[in-house]
T-cell receptor
Framework: NAGVTQTPKFQVLKTGQSMTLQCAQD?????MSWYRQDPGMGLRLIHYSVGAGITDQGEVPNGYNVSRSTTEDFPLRLLSAAPSQTSVYFCASTKGGQFYEQYFGPGTRLTVT | AQTVTQSQPEMSVQEAETVTLSCTYDTSESDYYLFWYKQPPSRQMILVIRQEAYKQQNATENRFSVNFQKAAKSFSLKISDSQLGDAAMYFCAYMGRETSGSRLTFGEGTQLTVNP
């Protein structure tokens, strides 16, 4: 198993550009989440999904879109990047009934200039 | 809403000594999990230890143990016999079983330095 994979590892964007952060897992996990990590603030939940076709907002959803067309993939879209979205982004997945076992991806460091 | 607070942005310890990292949380739920995650410079999030709220016994994992005080809503991490490899950012996290599903609420983090 590859676990949770994220691409790219690093990305630099200009203000106003759009991009998609990819997240995939091969463990057949129903639940997937996106977090952002900023200095002094820990990780904060952006969006999450409880299964294919079902998504919901977390604590800081503004400026981000998600969709979940398959169990394996949970992409995070930035429609018009802003400097405030400079952060490290983590994807996580877990299996229903085993929420105590979260699997994190390696993270994507995004810089918006 | 649940909140998690880590009041120590930075801590340091001498190699082979013991250090305790503090964490407090606020929740109205009665059934939940608490976690400590380690984040080394590689950025990978590594689960160190977890505690189920309904278990009175404090969790231990080798050199890592917790002091879980449910009434005080306190969840500290003790690292014994500190090693250079323990140097990392440590995050305390909460997950409510009733309402939060798989969602984690994290504290601000504590940067631990281990001095040789």
């Amino acid at each position: 198993n590859a676990g949770v994979t994220q691409t790219p590892k690093f990305q630099v964007l200009k203000t106003g550009q759009s991009m998609t952060l990819q997240c995939a897992q091969d463990m057949n996990h129903e639940y997937m989440s996106w977090y952002r990590q900023d200095p002094g603030m820990g990780l904060r939940l952006i969006h999450y999904s409880v299964g294919a076709g079902i998504t919901d907002q977390g604590e800081v959803p503004n400026g981000y879109n998600v969709s979940r067309s398959t169990t394996e993939d949970f992409p995070l879209r930035l429609l018009s990047a802003a400097p405030s979205q400079t952060s490290v982004y983590f994807c996580a997945s877990t299996k229903g009934g085993q929420f105590y076992e979260q699997y994190f991806g390696p993270g994507t460091r995004l810089t918006v200039t | 809403a649940q909140t998690v607070t880590q009041s120590q942005p930075e801590m340091s310890v001498q190699e082979a000594e013991t250090v305790t990292l503090s964490c407090t949380y606020d929740t109205s739920e009665s059934d939940y999990y608490l976690f400590w995650y380690k984040q080394p410079p590689s950025r990978q999030m590594i689960l160190v230890i977890r505690q189920e709220a309904y278990k009175q016994q404090n969790a231990t994992e080798n050199r890592f143990s917790v002091n879980f005080q449910k009434a005080a809503k306190s969840f500290s991490l003790k690292i014994s016999d500190s090693q250079l490899g323990d140097a990392a950012m440590y995050f305390c996290a909460y997950m409510g079983r009733e309402t939060s599903g798989s969602r984690l609420t994290f504290g601000e983090g504590t940067q631990l330095t281990v001095n040789p």
